[in-house]
Each structure stands twice: as structure tokens, then as C-alpha cells.
């Protein structure tokens, strides 16, 4: 599948929904590290570099480092849920949108529900390791797999 491209929208990488094979092709199989999709997601220095394992029409699952002082930037927003899983170190998600705030330390798991602007800073001193798991199509041609531009001035509250 080549990448799509829609007159509103970003272009879509071929990848989305196609790895580690074709929704038609759907088999159980090992994801090795030279089978994993590096990717970056952010602008500047606000980014992380996701590794993609797995990118379905039903499922996407990653892992993202955060440095210690680091975020990502623009916020992000999905139209399914996402749960991160701390491997390392302490993240802090933030809705700059409601300044909803979430501290999620290795171990634990945070829940981000469908349409929930999220921002993941790391204010500790060692890097954060995040699992991140999109339930559902991520890419829409109509609403996803593109910009989407966050409307209106973050609300970021203090501890």
C-alpha cells in the first residue's frame, strides 16, 4: 500500500495499519528489533522517537524514551484510547486542554481516553521509558493521520 494522500490531511505513511504485514495477511509472528519502525513525533527539541512494533487496522503498539526535562510538542490526540505503561522513570501526561494531570512512575499505567489531548513531560533526573498501545484504527483519511491542530492556550497547573 502506498502512502495516501487527501487534499485536508497529511500524508499517511505506507506503514500505517501495514506492520508488520497487511490487515489481510494477519499471522502470529516474533517482532525482532530489525523489524521495529523508528519514527519521530514532535517539532524541534520538544520530540520523542517512537519505535513501532506493531501497526494494524486494529492495534498500534510503541515505545518512546522521554530525557529527563524532555517532552513532546505538539500535544497529541487520538480518536481511540491509548494506555501508556511506564518501563522507567516518572512521566507526567497532561491535557493542556483542561490541564488535567496524570504522574505515572514505572510500574504503573496511565489511561488516555479517545479525544483526550495529552502531553508526556518527564521532570525527573533519569529517562523515561513509555509502552504505548492505540486501541483501533489510528489513521482516518477524514480525521487522522494528520495535523490536527490544537485550538485555544494550554492549561498547565502546578503540583
Not at 14 to 42: C, V
Not at 57 to 70: A, N
Not at 75 to 86: A, L, N, S
Not at 127 to 153: L, P
Request: aromatic share 10%; no cysteine; charged share 25%.
Amino acid at each position: 500500500m502506498s502512502a495516501k494522500e487527501n487534499k485536508d490531511t497529511a500524508t499517511i505513511p505506507a506503514w500505517m495499519g501495514n506492520h508488520p504485514f497487511p490487515p489481510d495477511q494477519k499471522r502470529p509472528i516474533l517482532i525482532t528489533r530489525e523489524q521495529e519502525l523508528s519514527t519521530i513525533y514532535g517539532v524541534g527539541p520538544d520530540r520523542v522517537a517512537p519505535r513501532i512494533y506493531v501497526s494494524t487496522d486494529k492495534i498500534l503498539m510503541s515505545d518512546f524514551k522521554v530525557p529527563p526535562g524532555g517532552h513532546f510538542h505538539p500535544p497529541d490526540i487520538h480518536v481511540t484510547d491509548e494506555p501508556y505503561y511506564i518501563l522507567k522513570g516518572t512521566v507526567t501526561i497532561v491535557n493542556p486542554e483542561t490541564g488535567d494531570t496524570i504522574e505515572a512512575k514505572a510500574g504503573e499505567a496511565a489511561w488516555i481516553p479517545a479525544g483526550g489531548w495529552h502531553v508526556a513531560f518527564n521532570f525527573g533526573d533519569e529517562e523515561a521509558i513509555v509502552i504505548a498501545i492505540i486501541a483501533g484504527k489510528i489513521w482516518d483519511e477524514d480525521a487522522m493521520g494528520s495535523a490536527i491542530e490544537f485550538k485555544g492556550e494550554p492549561q498547565y497547573l502546578k503540583a
